[in-house]
């Protein structure tokens, strides 16, 4: 991460005003969309800039990477895991993250449930579900959703707040627009069928990246996930 933190909040000025945006066409309040930092290969510097700006957690994708960075951030903030979970990881997740957005199997629920039971702690997570059919991203069937919201529900040590997708990449602006539309509101069909018959509240929607958010807010998304917009481009390795 090369820019400062000015240039940060500038960043997030400007994806903060997107939300509003969208927010104003689909009559919802910006309230109701929470912004993630993604900090994934930044330096412990980048949750700091978050913290600063006043935004409530970030996300990481991989565990170790986390775990190496938190001794290292003194700012209070909330980790986030976002990205796909290893079973041999469970343990060290729920001891590093306040919570997990991509539980997407009832081992993994499982293994969580046990390994926070074991420190004492309620964590929370997300049912992260391949909404839009992909075969290149993780992620439960939309079929198997009941099966696995209801072993969730099961679990005494987890706090199930609600569900996550990505949506498949396209080809064409128009193309990445009609595949994240279809996608986000297949999830927001699922949460709410879910809800509706499990009485569970599920109010977490963590769907929209840079590229798409607003398709994601008109469909009722409540978390964006943003790394490149705030932070810049990662950069490339230097050849050896």
């Known amino acids: 991460m ?3 933190y000015l240039e940060f909040k500038m960043h997030a000025d400007a994806v903060q005003s997107r939300i509003a945006a969208a ?4 009559a919802r309040s910006p309230a109701e969309v929470s912004l993630l930092a993604v900090t994934k290969t930044h330096p412990a510097a980048a949750a700091e800039y978050a913290a600063r700006y006043g935004l409530r957690s970030v996300g990481e994708n991989r565990v170790q990477e986390a775990v190496d960075k ?4 003194t700012a209070k903030i909330q980790w986030e895991l976002i990205g796909h979970l290893q079973s041999n990881k469970a ?6 993250f306040d919570r997990v957005q ?4 009832a081992k993994l629920l499982t293994l ?5 039971g074991e420190i004492g702690k309620t964590l929370g997570i997300l049912l992260q579900i391949n909404a839009g059919n992909d075969p290149a991203k993780f992620g439960a069937d939309p079929a198997d959703a009941p099966r696995l919201l209801e072993t969730a529900l099961a679990c005494a040590n ?3 707040d609600g569900f996550m997708t990505i949506a498949p990449l396209g080809s064409t602006p128009e193309e990445i627009a009609s595949l994240a539309t279809r996608t986000f509101q297949n999830l927001r069909n699922i949460r709410d069928d879910l809800a509706a018959k499990s009485g569970a509240a599920l109010h977490e929607l963590s769907m ?9 807010i008109l469909a009722g998304s409540t978390m964006i996930r943003v790394g490149t917009a705030l932070y810049g481009s990662r950069p490339p390795p230097v050849a050896i």
């Open 2 to 4: 090369v820019i400062s």
């Open 23 to 26: 927010c104003l066409r689909a």
């Open 70 to 73: 938190q001794p290292l951030c």
């Open 91 to 96: 343990k060290l997740a729920a001891a590093h």
């Open 102 to 105: 991509s539980v997407d199997s």
């Open 112 to 116: 969580l449930d046990r390994a926070a």
């Open 158 to 160: 987890l706090r199930i």
């Open 208 to 216: 929209g990246m840079s590229g798409d958010l607003e398709a994601a």
